[in-house]
């Protein structure tokens, strides 16, 4: 389980606190980990402990290279994350409406 929160954490470029909040929020993240809504979600600390375990043993870069090996021998490349899912309505507020920048609507004029 701690392999795969790495593997995660290495694939979205997560820190160890944004990893420990992902494993408590994304649903994906704690399937790919066999983890269930109610078991306990490792810390940050105990994440960086692991991954630093494995750094310091020089297992982490060949399980990394193992892993990728893996996926390609079934047609899977694991490219960096670059987005998210957001599920929320974005609703247009009269407060404040939208100002127009004055330098860009400026014509220059020779």
Known sequence: MMFKATLLGQWHSLSDAALEQALCVRLDFLKFCGLS????????TTLC???NRLIANDRLDVFLVSINEQLQLH???IRG???????ATLIESAARPKKE?????MRFLH
Request: charged fraction near 25%; hydrophobic fraction near 40%; aromatic fraction near 4%.
């Open 75 to 77: 047609g899977l490349m």
């Open 49 to 51: 402990r692991f991954r």
């Open 101 to 105: 920048h004055p330098v860009l609507n």
């Open 81 to 87: 994350a670059t987005g998210a899912v957001i599920d």
């Open 37 to 44: 809504l109610s078991d306990e979600i490792p810390d940050e």
